[in-house]
């Protein structure tokens, strides 16, 4: 009985050396990891005209491709350029200008729209966009921080027609996550709207 417990207590001073020398085990730095992201492989920049029969036209990528809005107020010429890849979405509204009253609504409704994110935004930046030779008008709202949009626009004639674009991550906005597709995406936009021309 007694060697028993002689070989125990060994055996116990023994495991609780070996636990000792393995916790203090030096002076290593122990941090936590920063967080990863996984790593995006881009496709390369190619696009192709959009004519569907919709009073307008402009250049999308070859990389993404369209649906019709399937809401139930979706009207003719609300289309949904969709980014599977990227898991995004740009929302593509069409009106018609019937008056100078519903002209007004519409450049409102704009930037109500853009600005109901001011409060996950860190910030909200307009730009305006002319190109008179296209007779093609509008603005780029450029909302910074983790709102659920990151881009906006409206482009007008201020006659006959409007087009309203909101670019939308279908998950939870984190912008340090999404920064660089973001920065992708936005280049497709700025084409779409360097190339718009009414028919």
Known sequence: MELKRITFVKVLAVLITVLFITACGGNQDYS???????????????????????????????????????????????????????????????????????????????????????????SIDEGVIAYPNRNVYGIYYTIDGNAASSAQFYLTDSTHHYLRGALYFNSEPRLDSIQPVLTFLKKDVDVLIKTLKWK
């Open 32 to 122: 936590p990891k920063p967080r990863g992201f996984y790593r995006i492989v881009f496709p390369e920049k190619a696009y192709q005209p959009y004519a569907e029969g919709c009073p307008f036209t402009f250049e999308y990528p070859k990389y993404a491709h369209f649906e019709p809005d399937r809401s139930p107020k979706a009207k003719p010429c609300w289309v949904n350029l969709q980014y599977p890849q990227f898991n995004a979405t740009l929302h593509l509204t069409y009106e018609p200008i019937l008056s100078k009253k519903e002209f007004n609504e519409l450049i409102e409704d704009a930037h109500k729209l853009s600005f109901k994110h001011t409060v996950k935004a860190t």
